[in-house]
């Protein structure tokens, strides 16, 4: 199966400043990466898919890049509501996988 | 509106079964497949498997093949997730999910929260 890595596990930012994510798959998944969003107590929330094509109603200050094997996800300016656990996904290669997280938290 | 709405938390004991349902509204049902996702408490997602929008064709993660059933029931557009022979590492919210093949998942259940214990 792909293997999914996320770093860093945690990333400590102020509100304002930028973070940036990163994703490496054990193979090539091409564009076919998704990122999600989730808040304690909820269920994730689908940001990106195709790698970088923001889903129905992401700001802008929230960009992905990246294909092949290694990707990002950026925020330019963090905001309050920003700060979550983020997952990314590859959904072309059998079993589908996801990677292990990013916990985003207020320095 | 899209949504997916699942059935509420679930208690268990070792060896039981449960059944989580998915019902989907705003949307034709079977133009989209649906997939099942579970995390265990402060774990990553786990992809558990999923029924093909057209044709109803499922595929599993190879741990569940045995013990995980999904079905649908296309007039009550309704997705249904069964799990025998329960462990406590069993325990975990599980969701369902809104996605095309080859598609991210757009749209997620609010997750039910299912407790295997003695």
């Known amino acids: 199966e792909v293997v999914l890595t996320q770093s860093p596990a945690t990333l400590s930012v102020s509100p304002g400043e930028r973070a940036t994510l990163s994703c490496t798959a054990s193979?090539?998944?091409?564009?076919?990466l998704a990122w999600y969003q989730q808040k304690p107590g909820q269920a994730p929330r689908l940001l990106f898919y195709g790698a970088s094509t923001r889903a129905t109603g992401i700001p802008a200050r929230f960009s992905g890049s990246g294909s092949g094997t290694e990707f990002t996800l950026t925020i330019s300016s963090l905001q309050s509501g920003d700060f979550a656990v983020y997952y990314c996904q590859q959904y072309i290669h059998w079993p589908l996988t996801f990677g292990g997280g990013t916990k985003v938290e207020i320095k | 509106q899209v949504r997916l709405v699942q059935s509420g938390a679930e208690l268990k004991k070792p060896g039981a079964s449960v059944r989580v349902s998915c019902k989907a509204s705003g949307y034709s049902f079977t133009t989209y497949a649906i997939h099942w996702v579970r995390q265990a408490p402060g774990q990553r997602l786990e992809w558990m498997g999923w029924i093909s929008g057209g044709s109803g064709n499922t595929k599993y993660l190879q741990k569940f093949q045995d013990r995980g059933t999904i079905s649908r029931d296309t007039s009550a557009t309704t997705a249904y997730l069964e799990l025998r022979g329960l462990r406590s590492e069993d325990t975990a919210v599980y969701y369902c999910?809104?996605?095309?093949?080859?598609?991210?998942?757009?749209?997620w259940g609010q997750g039910t929260m299912v407790t295997v214990s003695s």
């Open positions: 193979q090539s998944v091409s564009s076919h």
């Open positions: 999910a809104r996605g095309a093949l080859y598609d991210a998942f757009d749209i």
